[in-house]
């Protein structure tokens, strides 16, 4: 496929990524007749995104430092499989200026942003500058770095306490700091400082006004890299533990139909600023009066892109690699429209009964909820073991209804269906959630989580007979796994379903 705005082509792409990003990428270029190379490090040999590949490159060890975020290794296997492009996914090298440079001066496609707008977007201080001259809403607080105690209590006295004190390089939640009165002032600046450092190697700071109970919401961009850019509407991410997101909803069920205009038109601005090209994501903050300040932009493909393409019928990853040939923007603005309603559950290997700690182990078995409007985005498979080197997420279900009651409704069925049996994992956080009221009515905010979830008392108590059961449903599927049971309709029905249904057939059938 030809560039026709350049000359370039590629007709096959290499995906600088792993997990079910890969995988979605792989899917998106196999639609579209392009071949696909996967690359992979020690411990993925076997995954599924290499497995589904036309062609897969060995890049490293286990560790992301000696395999995924080595640059140079992946330029080369692109170049080794004649990959004219690379699209990197989320995560790992998704927002490096300079590996997006690099790829462009051995010759090849990045499919994504400029260098440039990744470097102003990538620091808080500036991207804050570059909004406040273009016109968008940002945080009342310091266009500056502030390393002087004294210098930050003016300004948070100045617009009012509580302060936030975050690290310009940051990101993931962390080099974050609420200040709420001028005594904590010192020792917070301080440890941000040195966390900034530690973690981005640059400890920049600065002070923003920090906004009680706020929603949090982005909106979806695609820009041509000419100045000209379209918005796909507004994702709620508000669920969120340790500042990272679990559940995202689209579309968002704070905003009226102005404000949805109003942050939209905002994120459009906010892209034809740097002259965007891509598609990327334009982070808000929505206070609990309507007002709505830019936070930050995500440069890259977001995790949460499924909910905005089942609900307005794009394909983003597509629309990604139609720009980066060259064809433009593939969608007109007045024919992208929000029909329905969808949820998306990300599915991690951690446990919420330990603060959602990691989990990692051998995914021994999985059932796949099926059913008009779901959709399961993974990386993984029965047998797959699943390793501690990398995010923990192991899978995204996105369920889609006519509108918000009816998605919810959906979701509940589908999370009962949906069995993962190896690594703990989170659904039944997720189920957990779909009960509270402040999810339920829309109302609930980034603190959500942390102030209705106690990982001491959120599972529900079983009665005598439940557990019972569940008792004798666990230990038939540990028997059967450990004697390598494969076929029969009990070893089927345990590895697929209702547990309480699978211990009375176990416990009739052993009469």
């Not at 290499?50 to 080369?76: N, R, T």
């Amino acid at each position: 496929m030809a560039n026709s705005k350049t000359g370039r082509k590629f007709d096959k792409v290499l995906v600088a990524n792993r997990g079910e990003i890969a995988v979605r990428i792989i899917q998106g270029l196999k639609d579209m007749g392009l071949g696909s190379v996967a690359v992979y490090s020690e411990v993925d040999r076997t995954a599924l995104h290499v497995l589904m590949a036309d062609e897969a490159v060995f890049i490293g060890p286990a560790p992301a430092s000696e395999s995924y975020l080595v640059g140079e290794k992946i330029i080369a296997a692109a170049k080794e499989t004649g990959a004219g492009a690379i699209h990197p996914g989320y995560g790992f090298l998704s927002e490096n200026g300079p590996f997006s440079r690099a790829v462009e001066k051995a010759g090849l496609v990045f499919i994504g942003p400029t260098a440039e707008s990744m470097e102003v977007m990538g620091d808080k201080l500036a991207s804050r500058r570059k909004m406040r001259s273009s016109g968008v809403p940002v945080v009342p607080g310091t266009d500056e770095a502030v390393t002087d105690p004294e210098v930050a209590i003016g300004i948070a006295e100045e617009i009012g306490f509580p302060v936030l004190l975050k690290a310009s390089a940051g990101g993931g939640g962390k080099g974050m700091r609420i200040v709420r009165e001028a005594g904590e002032m010192a020792s917070a600046l301080r440890q941000t400082m040195g966390e900034a450092g530690s973690a981005f190697g640059n400890d920049a700071c600065f002070v923003e006004k920090y906004i009680e109970d706020p929603k949090h919401i982005e909106v979806q961009v695609l820009g041509d890299g000419r100045g000209h850019a379209v918005h796909v509407f507004e994702r709620e991410c508000s669920v969120q533990r340790r500042h990272q997101k679990v559940i995202e909803e689209c579309p968002s069920p704070s905003l009226t139909p102005e404000l949805r205009r109003k942050i939209c038109e905002a994120a459009v601005q906010t892209a034809k600023a740097i002259d965007y090209r891509g598609a990327g994501t334009v982070e808000f903050i929505l206070a609990p009066g309507g007002e709505f300040y830019f936070l930050e932009m995500n440069t890259r493909l977001q995790v949460e892109h499924p909910v905005t393409e089942m609900v307005t019928g794009t394909d983003l990853v597509q629309a990604m690699v139609k720009i980066a040939l060259g064809e433009g923007i593939c969608y007109e603005q007045e024919d992208i429209i929000q029909r329905g309603w969808a949820l998306e559950f990300r599915l991690y290997a951690e446990d919420p009964g330990r603060k959602f700690a990691p989990s990692i182990g051998r995914i021994e078995s999985m059932t796949i909820p099926l059913g008009p409007g779901v959709r399961l985005d993974t990386g993984v498979y029965e047998g797959f073991d699943v390793p501690i080197h990398y995010d923990p997420m192991l899978a995204k279900l996105i369920v889609w209804g006519e509108d918000r009651a009816q998605a919810i409704a959906r979701s509940r069925r589908v999370l009962g269906e949906f069995t993962l049996h190896g690594p703990t994992h989170n659904l039944p956080f997720h189920q957990w959630t779909l009960e509270q009221p402040a999810f339920i009515d829309g109302s609930y905010t980034t603190h959500f989580v942390e102030n209705e979830f106690d990982p001491e008392t959120w599972l529900p108590e079983l009665d005598p007979g439940q557990a019972e059961a569940l008792v004798a449903a666990t230990a038939l599927f540990e028997a059967l796994r450990r004697t390598g049971a494969q076929d029969g309709a009990i070893a089927r029905e345990c590895a697929a379903g209702n547990w309480r249904f699978n211990a009375l057939r176990s416990m009739t059938h052993n009469k």
